[in-house]
């Protein structure tokens, strides 16, 4: 993947780099055999905020960062931008964990959200943060009982942030007629793209050395651990795996993990008269087929919707980099859900959302060798999480016996998904039937058994 054929598609990655000069020259790759403490492969936010996290405990350790193309040209430089905490999985963090530990991560998701928040704030991080919370809105009949179950397992349980909203409410801040909301004040929308280059720019004067333009090819385990790229090597005690959907390359992972596609449009600037949603409110409706919203900070309008393309084989992650090629589909839904606001786009990306199994990320070892370590699988909420991810990572890497080691995401999820090509041609059957069950909800149309029954075969959904 190279960084201009994201860079002239994702808003958020075209707008960040435009802003930083010499981004192209500085990106420069490893050309060397070299030696470090720890290697990070991959430079999105699981990447950056691992390494961080690294010289946060001991500055003396010797930290590279290697990156395919440059750094936030991931999921990190093209996702929609909600600092999110891990609650609407509470569910599947449950059904995974019990109960006590599902509470522990799910506080531990705020926490991290709050240390995002506050190290944006303490450094004058210009990301475009605006934290007027989350609204998950339900936008027809369908999805009136998506949050049901969990509202009242948990409210009055410390830490619990979202509340029940009545229509009206729900209406006002999600600018457009809706049925009913949950709200939860305490996210926030950013620019995630310029995070991960100010975070890039973080690592480098903490003294951490970063290669961009530097594919990982092979980890190379024979008389020592070594990355090996193109042109150059890194020996390293240990290694952290940071690549996110392109980690469908090993098998461990691969059995786990399902690679899907969300398609973002980004319309030009428009006039707003005085919106909760101009000011920063992140909303998406409850549907499988998850619809989201949210304004820029120069007054555009992003609208997405998740679960669209299904991966085939390793390749899911490389392919899914594309033109929106559900674009009519998604601006369809910003017709209907949003009448008054719609508009022609002018940016629009398809990348790919790596679900795991259980909808949880999982942070382990390679099971080829104990000093290497792989952290996928956040399933669309892992602007926040990643930060909790970087924690866990830091502790394996550094071999220590600590609260992060021995964290419940540190083990792959039960469920094991079909190999290829049943895979593919089952999801494929699955994603076709769900985008009917889509059509016939946004219409309050009822859906045929056969149809129902094949959508239900999803692994994937975002509150569970
Ligand atoms: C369209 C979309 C919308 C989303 N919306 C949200 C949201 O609103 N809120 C939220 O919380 N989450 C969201 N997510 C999920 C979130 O973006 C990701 O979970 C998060 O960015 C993962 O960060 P990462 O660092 O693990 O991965 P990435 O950012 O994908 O980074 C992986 C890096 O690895 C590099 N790489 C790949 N292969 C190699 C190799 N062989 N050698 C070296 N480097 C390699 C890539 O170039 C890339 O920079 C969304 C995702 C998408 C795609």
Redesign the pocket.
Known sequence: ?DAARVTKRSFWLHEALEHEEGWEVAARPLEIEGNCDIAI???????LWTALELKRRDSSLDVVV????V??????????????NLWPKYNSLVATFGTDDALAVARQSSAVASEIVALIEDHNLDVGLRAHGWLSVSTNSAQDSAWGSLLEQLEGVPGFPFRALGAADASQLAGTDVRAGVFDPTCAVLQ?ARL?RYLRQLALQAGVRIFEN???TRISTRGGLSVDTPRGVVNAGAVVV?????AIRFRQVRRHMVITA?D?VVTRPMAWSDSPLASGLGVSDQGRLLNYWRTTTDGRLLF?KGGLGVGWATRGAHDMFSDAINEGLVLARMRSILPRLSQPAEFRWR???EYSANSLPFFVAWERHPRVFI??G?S???????KLGAKILASLALGVDDQWSTHPLTSTPKLTLPPEPFRFLGGQAVLRALIRQDSDQASDRSTGAFTKSLARLDPTAWIE
């Open positions: 993947m492969v991959g430079g999105g936010f699981t990447g290697l990156d395919a193309s750094c936030g040209s991931g999921a990190s430089g093209t996702n929609a931008g909600y600092l999110m995630p991960a530097t594919p990982m940071a690549i996110n959907a392109w969300s973002t997405g990348a790919p959302v952290g996928a956040y669309g909420d892992g602007v926040g999480p990643s």
